[in-house]
């Protein structure tokens, strides 16, 4: 079987823009990687359920989001002065686009109109005191994307805040809850359980996860338990990533930048517990995504600073990564999206 992946890059060396490359599960390999559509810096990437794709953007110096059709023709962009977004989620019930703009701490909201093209619906600037890392000069609204129950989560890595908001129809954001994590440890993205009311939330800044249990009733968070993403004998620098959960609720992988590893925790039954037991090298610099496909079978990482994919297959019953490839060229990944 043929499964396409897309890789959302930077555009600063040798990338022209979006990418895709083939899986290919017979033999266990990656290959075809070919130019899709130029665009500046798309470092994040996601799909409606009608094919159309959006991704992140640069144009004429301003930031924002793109759109595509499901042939990948260009339909339109919507951008602001300033920095550009580094992530975006679809909301499918309120047909919604959800954008988190880092360097000016914003939170956007874009209405998905009926052929696929966006319009600006809502902003949200976060104000708020930051923590005592020196990343936290200034809000950095990293992740924004939905609870199981449709409602807006957001990760802030400035100001060490997970916010939860109401959204309506016409994509107004109302703040019912904020969630305080360490200080210092900068949350930058968070994953639900499948079938618990349950999160995991990643910090970038002193690599950690933390396990969160979720209350629908208000949208409030509370910690159970947290642990580090590098192994005990690591002294280096090193930030987090990405952070993805198995489609059974069994296993949490999260990757390491400057220890350059994925670390794979088992999840206890009632799922409130981590356990670390796998610490794999990501055989490249600068691991900032990484994804399983569909089925669980397989892993691909992007390796930003080496321009390289790693390909694993995984262990349904373990949760354990094996390496089957590595050195395959994508310039400047930062997003691996199975489509």
Excluded: W
């Excluded at 988190?100 to 874009?110: D, I, T």
């Excluded at 990293?142 to 990760?155: A, E, F, G, M, W």
């Excluded at 079978?297 to 390796?303: F, L, M, S």
Aim: hydrophobic share 30%.
């Amino acid at each position: 079987m043929i499964k396409t992946i897309l890789l959302g890059t930077y555009t600063r060396n040798r990338s022209e823009g979006i990418y895709q490359i083939q899986l290919d599960t017979e033999k266990a390999t990656l290959d075809n990687l070919k130019l899709v559509t130029e665009e500046i810096s798309p470092t994040y990437l996601t799909k409606s359920q009608a094919g159309n794709l959006y991704s992140v953007t640069t144009r004429n110096e301003e930031g924002g989001a793109s759109s595509y059709d499901a042939q990948m023709n260009f339909l339109n962009a919507v951008t602001e002065e300033g920095a550009p977004l580094c992530y975006v989620g679809v909301d499918e019930e309120r047909q919604l686009l959800y954008g988190a703009n880092y360097h000016k701490g914003e939170v956007n909201v874009y209405r998905i109109e009926k052929d696929g093209s966006l319009t600006a619906a809502a902003s949200v600037f976060h104000d708020e005191e930051t923590g005592p890392h020196e990343n936290q000069n200034t809000a950095h609204v990293h992740y924004t994307d939905l609870t199981p129950d449709k409602r807006l989560v957001v990760c802030d890595l400035g100001t060490d805040h997970v916010y939860t908001y109401d959204v309506d129809q016409d994509g107004q954001l109302t703040e019912v809850a904020i969630y305080t994590s360490q200080a210092g440890s900068g949350p930058r993205h968070i994953v639900f359980h499948p079938e618990k009311d349950l999160a995991y939330l990643f910090g970038e800044l002193d690599n950690t996860v933390t396990v969160l249990d979720y209350n629908r009733e208000d949208g409030s968070f509370r910690a159970i338990q947290t642990l580090s993403t590098l192994p005990e004998d690591f002294s280096g620098e090193s930030s987090g990533a990405a952070i993805r959960i198995s489609n059974d609720g069994k296993f949490l992988y999260a990757s390491n930048r400057g220890h350059n590893s994925i670390a794979v925790y088992s999840i206890s039954e009632e799922g409130k517990h981590l356990e670390a037991i796998q610490f794999i090298s990501t055989e490249g610099d600068g691991p900032r995504d990484f994804n399983l496909d569909q089925e669980n079978q397989y892993v691909v990482c992007g390796n930003q600073n080496t321009d390289n994919l790693t390909l694993y297959r995984r262990d349904s019953a373990t949760g354990k990564l094996e390496l089957l490839q590595k050195d395959i060229y994508a310039p400047e990944c930062v997003c691996v999206y199975f489509d």
